[in-house]
């Protein structure tokens, strides 16, 4: 009886001594199932779009201000019409440059607007500005007028911008420092662009 009791001793002793030496043993996750703390950081903290970089508004050309200078408040010229009629109107001048070398009368009648031709088709007209030349020259046609006022005037001159008098008259011009000389006057007639004479009065 005494060794029976002896040996429920040393078993309850190993069992009590065996329970506390052994660790228990780490739970381990599976990597699949790691999250990543960057991840759960940004489920956590929503990533914030950049904020959209505002244009700044563009700022109008200096020459386009200069061209619409002298218009009305009552008329507009947009830039896109300011760029399209400074192209027809430089275009037409190339034109006509070559139409003076070449002395071709009757070609550059086409470029003349209706009233200009008229006008300078009045023998009254011919015979003022003939008396108002500096060098006496005889203007009894227009054809005339071409050959001795218009051409020599603008021969070899260059042309820079358009100067607007109204939405539908506009002057070529060459830019000297703080000058406009004006080369030639324009009227937009039926959207066509054509050479206005000037006149006396």
């Given at each position: 009886?005494?060794?029976?009791?002896?040996w429920?001793s040393?078993?309850?002793?190993?069992?009590?001594?065996?329970?506390?030496?052994?660790?228990?043993?780490e739970?381990?996750?599976?990597?699949?199932v790691?999250?990543?703390?960057?991840?759960?950081?940004?489920q956590?903290v929503?990533?914030?779009?950049?904020?959209?970089?505002?244009?700044?508004?563009?700022?109008q050309?200096?020459?386009?201000?200069?061209s619409i200078?002298?218009?009305?408040?009552?008329?507009?010229?947009?830039?896109?019409?300011?760029?399209?009629?400074?192209?027809?109107?430089?275009?037409?001048?190339?034109?006509?440059?070559?139409?003076?070398?070449?002395g071709?009368?009757?070609?550059w009648l086409?470029?003349?607007?209706?009233?200009?031709?008229?006008y300078?088709?009045?023998?009254?007209?011919?015979?003022?500005?003939?008396?108002?030349?500096?060098?006496?020259?005889?203007?009894?046609?227009?054809?005339?007028?071409f050959?001795?006022?218009?051409?020599?005037?603008?021969?070899?001159?260059?042309?820079?911008?358009?100067?607007?008098?109204?939405?539908?008259?506009?002057?070529a011009?060459?830019?000297?420092?703080?000058?406009?000389?004006?080369?030639?006057?324009?009227?937009?007639?039926?959207?066509?662009?054509?050479?206005?004479?000037?006149?006396?009065?």
């Amino acid at each position: 009886m005494n060794k029976f009791i002896f040996w429920i001793s040393i078993l309850l002793i190993l069992s009590l001594f065996i329970g506390c030496t052994s660790k228990p043993e780490e739970s381990e996750v599976p990597p699949e199932v790691r999250v990543p703390v960057e991840s759960v950081v940004e489920q956590v903290v929503p990533q914030l779009e950049p904020e959209p970089k505002l244009e700044p508004e563009p700022v109008q050309d200096a020459e386009y201000l200069r061209s619409i200078a002298a218009i009305s408040g009552t008329e507009v010229v947009t830039v896109d019409t300011f760029n399209q009629d400074k192209k027809a109107i430089l275009e037409m001048i190339d034109e006509i440059e070559v139409v003076m070398t070449t002395g071709n009368y009757q070609k550059w009648l086409n470029y003349v607007e209706p009233n200009s031709i008229k006008y300078w088709q009045n023998r009254a007209n011919l015979k003022s500005i003939e008396e108002r030349l500096p060098v006496k020259v005889k203007i009894s046609s227009m054809q005339d007028y071409f050959k001795y006022i218009f051409i020599p005037a603008r021969t070899g001159r260059t042309v820079d911008e358009i100067r607007y008098v109204s939405s539908t008259v506009a002057k070529a011009v060459q830019v000297q420092g703080d000058t406009d000389i004006i080369y030639y006057t324009f009227e937009k007639i039926n959207d066509k662009w054509m050479l206005k004479l000037d006149t006396l009065f």
